[in-house]
């Protein structure tokens, strides 16, 4: 399992990033890896790797994006049926800066922490996670190069609406749809203003 949760956590960070070809690849590994595991489990593993297999066959990042947040829901469904208690490793979110690097570290960390609360199911972090992406700084003003600040301040805008809509949400399974609606408004944004890389979502230790 803990193969599989790095793998997912790969997939997500492929996709917020708008590597769609990083991430079909990603997805047929996860698809196609044998998992043996209790008859019990089946049905939520069949739903894992259906979920990843649309992924393979995606035409962009914001489908690839919905089927994400389908995929963490069928983790977070079965811990729960299992009682489960996936434990993460935590940091503290980074400080609020003036850099658009440090800005997009910190909105990385959210997305993190949204991700983590998802497949917890844990409630806290996902509201930590909704918050933090919330209240951040965006300093879209330095992110347009080719294509007009107004894209990107749209999707941003879009950001913040759906962020606002996490804070509010509680049903697990409108959690996941939202996750995969903003990992398709990053992505859209990121294949904009392509931002120097940064620290991934961490591996499960």
């Not at 992110?143 to 049903?171: C, F, W, Y």
């Not at 399974?173 to 991934?200: D, K, N, Q, W």
Request: glycine share 6%; with cysteine.
């Amino acid at each position: 399992m803990s193969a599989h949760f790095g793998a997912a956590v790969e997939l997500q960070a492929a996709i917020v990033h708008g590597r769609l070809g990083e991430a079909r690849d990603t997805a047929r590994w996860f698809a196609t890896h044998d998992m043996d595991v209790p008859v019990t489990w089946r049905p939520y593993v069949d739903e894992m790797r259906d979920s990843a297999m649309r992924i393979t066959r995606a035409r962009d990042v914001e489908s690839a994006g919905v089927q994400i947040g389908r995929l963490g829901r069928a983790c977070s469904a079965c811990h729960e049926a299992q009682h489960a208690r996936p434990a993460f490793a935590y940091t503290p979110a980074p400080l609020d800066d003036a850099t658009l690097e440090a800005q997009m570290v910190r909105h990385q960390w959210a997305a993190a922490r949204l991700w983590e609360g998802l497949v917890g199911p844990a409630d806290q972090l996902w509201d930590e996670g909704a918050r933090v992406m919330a209240t951040s700084q965006l300093d879209i003003a330095k992110s347009g190069h080719a294509k007009p600040n107004a894209d990107v301040a749209e999707l941003a805008e879009r950001l913040r609406e759906q962020t606002m809509q996490a804070i509010a949400t509680t049903d697990r399974t409108a959690r996941a749809a939202l996750f995969g609606e903003m990992m398709g408004t990053c992505a859209s944004c990121h294949s904009i203003v392509r931002p120097a890389p940064v620290v991934g979502a961490r591996r499960q230790e």
